[in-house]
């Protein structure tokens, strides 16, 4: 993996020769461009010490040696990894501009291209900077979501930049084998909503972040994927084929629309088990001295049945997003079910659960195996679930 450091002039610089080792530590060939203000919060000394290369900060690279710094290592980078990265080179690199030596080898660059945005919470959340982060997403940027917690501001919220241990790991998840070549991926993820009138509907809590996670992981792994998704906030991965679905029913027919070209499916959605019978035309008002209404509702249709039961028999991958007795349960819809991997994980802690940014499941398979994967980024435990997939397909 040859990757080059960018490093832009926010406080959390001071990480950056952290990161350079923990990049080191996957192997990882790491070249260094500080942008002047960087160079106010970290020395360029301390990253040439750690990464045994001169650190790149002025623009024009050195005459006696000949060739230009930013094509040279265009020529040689797999992954541009910027950490932090602020809403100015943020804005830069969504425009184009190309005015220091950081910006400038971005426009030259051809590999992946991975960033930390790192910022006060109000920036962060500026409409403008959300825009730039969108366009770089829709451009297949990896974007590495910030933490949350006390800034260097004295302010509480979201603009923390990723420890250094974490963002290596991501980075290293983009370079696993494309072991999923010729293969077709059919990912659902988030959730469903069953509509009460034309105001309200019956949902859950899901955000869709593990099956995008999953879809994205499938791709850079070489599969051609399909997502099937429900309602979320969510860009989609790009560069794949996306699906967009409301209701249960919805979701139903697209996957089985898709199914017979797909061998893998991975049911990560969290589809409504039950909609109403009745849908209100019109906005259901409240009336005088009726405090209670009854709510009637239906079975859905049982996606994962009808994926088991199918003729293309697929390699299936389904979840169990549990509450208590995690592995009981989740054996128990193994079982029930017939799929290849179940992957469960206790929702009722929200450290892992709904909308988090982490996870940790226990992944169960047909044949009595049982594999744990700890705590880590949803990327990284989705590259961790796919390995199973990998290692499940060849057994097949």
């Known amino acids: 993996m040859r990757v080059v450091l960018g490093v ?10 952290d990161l350079v080792r923990r990049l080191q530590d996957h192997g990882a060939a790491v ?8 160079a106010r919060f970290v020395s360029a000394l301390s990253l040439s010490a750690v ?20 094509i040279d290592l265009a020529r040689w980078a797999e992954l541009l990894l910027i950490a932090p990265a602020t809403a100015n080179i943020i804005a830069k690199l969504a425009l184009g501009i190309a005015d220091d030596a950081l910006s400038t080898y971005a426009v030259a660059h051809r590999g992946e291209l991975m960033i930390a945005p790192a910022m ?32 260097a501001c004295g302010d509480e919220g979201a603009g923390r930049m990723p420890d250094p241990p974490v963002i290596a790991e991501r980075a290293a998840a983009l370079f696993a084998g494309r072991d999923l070549e010729g293969t077709s991926v059919l990912v659902t993820a988030g959730p469903t909503r069953e509509a009460i009138d034309p105001v309200r509907f019956i949902s859950n809590r899901s955000s869709g972040k593990m099956g995008y996670a999953l879809a994205e992981a499938a791709r850079r792994r070489g599969a051609r994927v399909t997502l099937v998704t429900g309602p979320t906030a969510l860009v989609p991965p790009a560069n794949v084929v996306v699906r967009n679905v409301v209701t249960a029913a919805e979701m139903h027919a697209a996957v089985m629309e898709q199914l017979p070209t797909h061998g893998v499916v991975i049911k990560a959605a969290a589809v409504s088990d039950f909609a109403p019978v009745e849908r209100a035309r019109s906005k259901i008002k409240k009336s005088a001295g009726v405090d209670e209404i009854t709510l009637t509702l239906r079975k859905s249709p049982d996606i994962l049945a009808d994926i088991v039961a199918s003729s293309s028999h697929p390699f299936v991958v389904a979840f169990a997003a549990e ?26 802690d929200s450290a892992i659960g709904f909308d988090s940014d982490s996870n940790e499941v226990l992944v169960l398979a047909r044949d009595g195996t049982k594999s744990r994967i700890e705590k880590a980024s949803k990327a990284t435990v989705a590259n961790r679930i796919l390995d199973l997939v990998v290692a499940g397909l060849a057994a097949r």
């Open 120 to 151: 006060n919470s109000g920036m962060l959340l500026h409409p403008t900077v959300q825009l730039n982060l969108a366009a770089l997403r829709a451009r297949g940027a990896t974007i590495l979501e910030p933490d949350s917690g006390l800034l």
């Open 31 to 38: 070249r260094v461009i500080l942008t002047p203000n960087a």
């Open 51 to 70: 990464s045994g290369h001169g650190v790149i900060i002025e623009q024009w690279g050195d005459p006696e040696r000949g060739g230009v710094d930013h």
């Open 8 to 17: 832009s002039g926010g406080i959390a610089a001071y990480k950056a020769p």
């Open 323 to 348: 509450t208590d007795s995690v592995e009981e349960n989740a054996r128990l819809k193994l079982e029930r079910k017939g799929v290849d991997l179940i992957v469960a994980n206790d929702v009722s």
